[in-house]
Each structure stands twice: as C-alpha cells, then as structure tokens.
C-alpha cells in the first residue's frame, strides 16, 4: 500500500494519469482487503487528484471531499496540503468559486499548520491559477502567487516546480503583451533540463517557448 500510494504522488506530479489511476485502483482494493482505513483514504484522495487532472471536475469534488475528510478523521495531516489545490481546481471548474476560495485559503493554510512543504511552490502556483478562473480574474493576485511559487522553488531547488511556475508566469506576461520578459523568465529554467523531455511539463515549456519566439 505504501508503494503503490507514494509511487503514484510522482506519476501524478509528471502527469502519467492512466497509469496512477490504475496503480491508486490496486491500492484502494488491497486497503480495503487489509482494513486499512488510512491508507484506502490516501488512495481515493490521490485518485480525486487525478480526476481533477483529466478534467471530471464534478468526479473529483465527489471523491476528495470526502476522502479527506477520512484522511483527517484518523488524526493524520498527510497529502491535505497536496490535495486541497486541486479540489479548489475542480470546484473553481464548476463556478463555486466560494468553495474554490475557501478550499486554495485552507491550502495555504495547512502547508504552515503541518509543514509538509514539498509541494508548497505547486500550491501556490495553482492559486494563482485559480485567481484567473474567477468571474474577474484577478491578475495581479495571480503574479503574486506565481511570484511566492518562483520563490518557494528556486529556495527548494525544486526545479520541476519552478519551471511549472514559470510557465504559468510566462502565460499571464504573454497575455499582457509581455513576450519578452516572459520568454527570457522560462528559457533559463528549460533549458537546466538535460533529461525528461518527453514529459508533458517539458513539452508544454518548448511549445510555449517557441511560440514566444515567434
């Protein structure tokens, strides 16, 4: 369960979807062969996540609710500061924008309450994210979340994060007439990559870097 649990938070931070919801499948059925609660939480909450991913918003709010409110009643923290973005996401997809607000708050919140930091650069650039899918889009919240989400990755060297950060940055400065500043904020971070370049994340980078050049 452990496993089969923390191998797909990494397939579900580069984005092979159908492989962790079929790997979170395997985990939710042996938690539930075993009686383990806990763990059958941690799969379903990672399972919500990915349903936010493939865009069945309305699946995912059905499945992260209450799973972490499950994760919670067993008094562990674990994955709810991971979690809490993309039901923000998914709620935002649906105009709840007051949950979606509620939900990025308590986030940010969580990630100072229990210190699991690993994903506080993402957290932070999916609120921005979030910021622009309001009725009024609020820019400049958005830069400013997408500033803090730079800061927290370079800080972390978590360059993963800070390239997703910088594509986010470079897309808000491209729609503001900004080609340059944005090409020369993501060209550095692309190009530390020596490897992976068949991920989704990188070839989004090269596709909008291009498009910036053109």
Request: proline fraction near 3%.
């Amino acid at each position: 369960m452990y496993t089969l649990t923390n191998a797909n938070i990494t397939r579900i931070c580069y984005r092979d979807h159908a492989a962790a919801d079929a790997q979170l499948g395997e985990a939710v059925a042996l938690a539930d062969e075993k009686g383990a609660a806990l763990w059958k939480a941690y799969g379903m909450v990672l399972r919500g996540c990915v349903l936010t991913l493939t865009g069945k918003a309305s699946d995912a709010i059905q499945t992260l609710s209450p799973s972490i409110i499950a994760v919670r009643s067993t008094g562990s923290t674990v994955l709810i500061p991971f979690s809490l973005p993309y039901l923000a996401k998914a709620q935002a997809e649906l105009r709840q924008f007051d949950d979606a607000r509620h939900s990025i708050d308590e986030a940010i919140a969580a990630v100072e309450t229990t210190n699991e930091r690993w994903c506080e650069a993402d957290i932070c650039r999916m609120a921005g994210e979030i910021s622009l899918m309001f009725p009024q889009p609020d820019a400049a919240k958005a830069e400013a979340y997408f500033e803090r989400a730079l800061s927290v990755a370079r800080k972390q060297q978590a360059k993963s994060w800070e390239l997703r950060a910088a594509m986010s940055m470079a897309r808000l400065w491209r729609d503001q007439g900004k080609r340059d500043e944005a090409r020369e904020l993501l060209a550095p971070v692309y190009g530390w990559f020596t490897e992976g370049f068949d991920t989704l994340d990188l070839k989004e980078a090269k596709a909008l870097l291009d498009e910036l050049a053109s």
